[in-house]
């Protein structure tokens, strides 16, 4: 299983982003995503997951209203839209794939090699 994630770059406050989750290997509809974050210093976090099959979303409290998980069966793809972007918003983001899609790093067998997000003016 290959995870890859793109879409990262430069972006400033108040921005957007748009981050794509492509898998190989293994059929996103079949199994969880979720999409994490990392910034220097600080422990990863979850930010979003949509499930297998019916694609239930969840969010963390801190990104309900500006992030959007969103996945693209026919593109075996995972995306996270990324709106009204802040400072702390930096981090390396990863998606990750597991057989629920849940908040929990743990329930997830695969990883990306992370994009870099930064928010600077």
């Known amino acids: 299983v290959q995870l890859v994630e793109s879409g990262g770059g430069l972006v400033r406050p108040g921005g957007s982003l748009r981050l794509s989750c492509t898998a190989s290997g293994r059929t996103l509809t079949t199994y969880g995503t979720g999409w994490f974050r990392q910034a220097p210093g600080k422990e990863r976090e979850f930010l979003a997951s949509?499930?297998?099959?019916?694609?239930?979303?969840y969010y963390a409290d801190f990104v309900k209203d500006r992030f959007t998980i969103s996945r693209d069966n026919a593109k075996n793809t995972v995306y996270l839209q990324m709106n009204s972007l802040k400072p702390e918003d930096t981090a390396v983001y990863y998606c990750?794939?597991?057989?629920?899609?849940?908040?929990?790093?743990?329930?997830?067998?695969?990883w990306g090699q992370g994009t870099q997000v930064t928010v600077s003016s």
């Open positions: 949509i499930t297998r099959t019916i694609g239930q979303t």
């Open positions: 990750a794939s597991g057989s629920v899609g849940s908040r929990w790093e743990r329930s997830y067998d695969s």
